[in-house]
């Protein structure tokens, strides 16, 4: 969304939370790599990284209507995926 045209992005966000699959598509291909850093960081992990990235996704896709401008999309999509990845952490048994 940061590509320097704030109107198109906005657009995309509107078409994304109205049902537009392609729209989220893209909005999610933009902030998918740095997801992946983020979530490598926090596990340590790159396969339990990726599945944290797809779950983060899956789960902004469904909650995209409630979405708030508020904050931009790339700190909405950050806080899901440390949720995500604390929520995992808190799930391993410790050794």
Not at 88 to 94: I, N
């Amino acid at each position: 969304m940061d590509s320097g045209q704030p109107g198109s992005a906005l657009a995309l966000l509107e078409r994304a939370k109205a049902g537009d699959r392609d729209a989220f598509g893209a909005l999610a291909e933009e902030h998918r790599d740095g997801l992946l850093r983020l979530c490598m960081r926090m596990t340590g992990s790159h396969e339990e990284a990726e599945d944290l990235v797809q779950d983060t996704l899956l789960k902004a896709y469904v909650h995209i209507a409630e979405f708030e401008l508020r904050a931009s999309m790339r700190t909405w999509l950050y806080r899901i995926a440390t949720n995500a990845c604390l929520d995992h952490q808190r799930g391993k048994k410790p050794w």
